[in-house]
């Protein structure tokens, strides 16, 4: 277990699974070889995880949030929150519990040559009571796919209006 303190603090895990909490300040925290529970807590942190299944928690404040090569479970807290995805083979898929883009959250990609035309997002509604398909200011679940995977699973059952995804200096609606 590590405690990073009050501060900006660099904290790699190393090997081994670990319990990481930045506290307050602007951390740098990274996870190591093995599955780590990491936590931002308090500040504008930056959180990348492992090669392996990690849990991530952005806490408090505008946090970069790199899950890794693992297929983690990330929720970025309260704040403006970037989810970034390297576009890279292998980099595995990330389930968003808490994606809010009223917050000013956005889903990152890295590759900048994408197009927004190369990502399929595929929904769940809440059904309104005659049982029709309410609309997408009540979109439950989204999975949006890139040339076959799934790179982001926002699964927080809250209603979103947008879904925003930025390509390199260039930010789209998914659901416009």
């Known amino acids: 277990m590590i405690y990073a303190g009050a501060g900006n603090d660099s904290v790699e895990a190393g090997h081994g699974n670990d319990l990481v909490f930045g506290q307050d300040g602007n951390d740098t925290i990274a996870g190591g070889f093995g599955v780590d529970q990491l936590q931002g807590q308090n500040g504008n942190d930056v959180i990348t995880g492992s090669a392996f299944s990690d849990l991530v928690f952005g806490g ?33 898929s990330d389930w968003i519990q808490d994606y809010n883009a009223a917050e000013g959250d956005v889903l990152l990609f890295g590759d900048s040559s994408a197009s927004v035309s190369d990502f399929v997002l595929r929904t769940n509604h809440t059904a309104s009571p005659d049982g029709e398909r309410a609309g997408d200011d009540e ?27 930025q390509i390199g200096g260039e930010v789209f609606d998914l659901l416009a």
């Open 139 to 165: 979109v439950q679940e989204a999975f949006v796919n890139y040339r076959g995977q799934t790179f982001w699973a926002l699964v927080d059952g809250d209603g979103q209006s947008s879904i925003n995804l």
């Open 60 to 92: 408090a404040g505008d946090d970069f949030v790199n899950g890794g090569f693992g297929f983690d479970r990330i929720n970025g807290g309260t704040g403006a929150d970037r989810f970034f995805h390297a576009g890279a083979e292998g980099h595995g």
